[in-house]
């Protein structure tokens, strides 16, 4: 199982930026995907997710409204549209999958929201 993000930067406060995850090594349309996240000093915390099928969507209180998980399982993506970003969304932003019942992380992507 690989994880691998792409698409984090610097951005100013309002800006958006779109986070990409490209999933190989499982069958990527059988699995829920996840978007996680850890500021500097803190605990990893859950973004949003999304199901295999994309029926069902969850966020996180503090990006619902602002942010949008989607998934294209003929890329085996998934994506995190964020807008209105604020900079308490500074943090690295992590892929998720729990395949075979073990977690599996990607090497995660810095987002810095600064002016």
């Known amino acids: 199982v690989q994880l691998v993000e792409s698409g984090g930067g610097t951005v100013q406060p309002g800006g958006s930026l779109r986070l990409a995850c490209a999933a190989s090594?499982?069958?990527?349309?059988?699995?829920?995907m996840s978007w996680y996240r850890q500021p500097q000093g803190k605990e990893r915390e859950l973004v949003a997710a999304?199901?295999?099928?994309?029926?069902?969507?969850t966020y996180a209180d503090s990006v619902k409204g602002r942010f949008t998980i989607s998934r294209d399982n003929a890329k085996n993506t998934v994506y995190l549209q964020m807008n209105s970003l604020k900079p308490e969304d500074t943090a690295v932003y992590y892929c998720?999958?729990?395949?075979?019942?073990?977690?599996?992380w990607g090497q995660g992507t810095q987002v810095t929201v600064s002016s």
């Open positions: 090594g499982f069958t990527f349309s059988s699995y829920r």
């Open positions: 999304i199901t295999r099928d994309s029926s069902s969507t």
């Open positions: 998720y999958v729990l395949w075979s019942f073990r977690p599996y």
